[in-house]
Nanobody, 120 residues
Framework: QVQLVESGGGLVQAGGSLRLSCVAS????????MRWYRQAPRKGRELVAG???????NYADSVKGRFTISRDNAKNTVYLQMDSLKPEDTAVYYCNVDIHPIGLGVTNYWGQGTQVTVSS
């Protein structure tokens, strides 16, 4: 059974920083793409950042220059460093990972979400 567990969310003032972590556990052979999404109240879920197996990254225009996605395959972890936070970054943040479990095909998994609140 593969699970993703996120941590690092919380309340921060505008201009501050947070670092989100998402750790995968279970019988895992390898990882492919890793992504962070967010969903603000009364809005749809949006892609914030992604990183592929080669380390190539992509970002939503709204977070470019402020957020950094990274991965540590040895620790089964994907990170999202969020700097210069704005009130409009307030949302529930979800990690999303393509995982190749041992003995199975590549499957897409979601974390449970972690709340990020930025006060003005």
């Amino acid at each position: 059974q593969v699970q993703l567990v996120e941590s690092g969310g919380g309340l921060v003032q505008a201009g501050g920083s947070l670092r989100l972590s998402c750790v995968a556990s279970g019988s895992i052979f390898s990882f492919n793409g890793m992504r962070w999404y967010r969903q603000a109240p009364r809005k749809g879920r949006e892609l914030v950042a992604g990183i592929n197996s080669g380390g190539t990254t992509n970002y939503a225009d709204s977070v470019k220059g402020r957020f950094t996605i990274s991965r540590d395959n040895a620790k089964n972890t994907v990170y999202l460093q969020m700097d210069s936070l704005k009130p409009e970054d307030t949302a529930v943040y979800y990690c999303n990972v393509d995982i190749h479990p041992i003995g199975l095909g590549v499957t897409n998994y979601w974390g449970q979400g972690t709340q990020v609140t930025v006060s003005s």
